[in-house]
């Protein structure tokens, strides 16, 4: 008997499909509006954040909560430190000035072992101090940096005078006869922490004595403080800053990130440093057009061929190498 073929079926691919049907309301308002509104949600909750933020903000605010002398009075020091930075008219309040230097002073005066919050105050206060563009708190920033104050606070005080000096200009800074002095007894402390802060400072303010303690700093046993001292003298084209500058510029260089915990912060205190480095060396090549720069020649060819990031290898080629070649110095 012959087999019946079975009935071929006559539906094409379109017929299996399920019928198409146009969009409900309800999935338009989850497919757009809802989104829509999460999105104007999140807007406004960053809004009220940025409102929370800045509710405040006048420094008077800042130097009333000061005043108070409650447990939380550092983070207005904090939040003051942080509002001077980007306000040009506050850089050139004398009152503000003035009443932040009483302020540190009143605070340096405080009878019996300062807490971990004076200590925040105090050192924010510094840091405030360094933002303004006239020298009035000069005075009470080398009261906190006296030995008899607390290491966080000394250093504080130390690159806030730094600062200061870049702000308001060496010559205004300089002219106190307090300055040198502090900055010395600051530079031959144990503390290496003090000393890198006073080699800092020192190669900022400048000067003969400055430029003699910079040359005895520049042998220091800690990285930091010879590194600071080596930048400092290449700002004012002292060839001194040589062989530290070649040390810093060695891409395989350990002993400047030995202190980090981590492998990150390793990282990035190396790419510091080279950072550092390359902007010091432009700076002595600059400033001394007859110093025999071939040793960081030498060294910065080196870096460009290394591993090191690509950023830093091309800012060493395109920018500190080519101007050395161009000054004579070819490696």
């Not at 060695?250 to 492998?263: C, F, L, Q, R, S």
Request: with cysteine; hydrophobic share 45%.
């Amino acid at each position: 008997m012959s087999q019946i073929p079975p009935a071929r079926d006559s539906r094409t691919a379109d017929d299996a499909l399920p019928p198409v049907e146009p969009p409900s309301a309800g999935f338009i308002l989850q497919l757009f509006v809802v989104p829509a509104v999460i999105v104007v949600i999140i807007v406004l909750v960053w809004l009220m954040f940025n409102w929370l933020a800045h509710m405040g903000s006048d420094p008077q605010d800042y130097v009333s909560a000061l005043r108070r002398g409650n447990v939380a009075r550092w983070q207005a020091a904090v939040n003051l430190a942080n509002a001077m930075r980007s306000n040009a008219k506050l850089k050139q309040d004398a009152a503000l000035a003035q009443e932040l230097a009483q302020l540190l002073e009143n605070e340096l005066q405080t009878p019996g072992e300062p807490s971990a919050n004076d200590i925040q105050t105090q050192a924010y206060l510094c840091k405030a101090l360094g933002e303004f563009e006239i020298p009035a708190g000069l005075p009470a920033l080398l009261k906190a940096a006296d030995p008899r104050t607390a290491v966080q606070v000394r250093r504080a005080a130390l690159e806030a005078i730094a600062l200061l000096a870049a702000n308001a200009g060496r010559e205004q800074t300089v002219s106190d006869p307090q300055l040198l002095p502090a900055l010395l007894t600051a530079a031959a402390d144990e503390e290496s922490g003090i000393r890198e802060a006073a080699a800092y400072t020192l190669g900022v303010v400048g000067g003969p004595e400055a430029t003699s303690r910079l040359h005895a700093l520049v042998n220091d046993a800690v990285p930091n403080v010879r590194y600071n001292a080596a930048t400092g003298l290449a700002r004012r084209g002292d060839p001194a800053a040589i062989p530290v500058l070649v040390e810093m510029l060695d891409p395989d260089e350990k002993a400047g990130i030995a202190t980090e915990t981590d492998a990150d912060s390793q990282e990035f205190k190396r790419q510091s440093i080279l950072t550092n480095a390359l902007r010091a060396t432009t700076q002595l090549a600059t400033a001394n057009p007859t110093a025999d720069l071939q040793p960081l020649a030498t060294a910065v060819e080196k870096l460009v061929n290394s591993s090191a990031p690509e950023k830093i290898r091309i800012a060493a080629r395109d920018e500190v190498l080519a101007g050395l070649k161009r000054r004579g110095q070819q490696p």
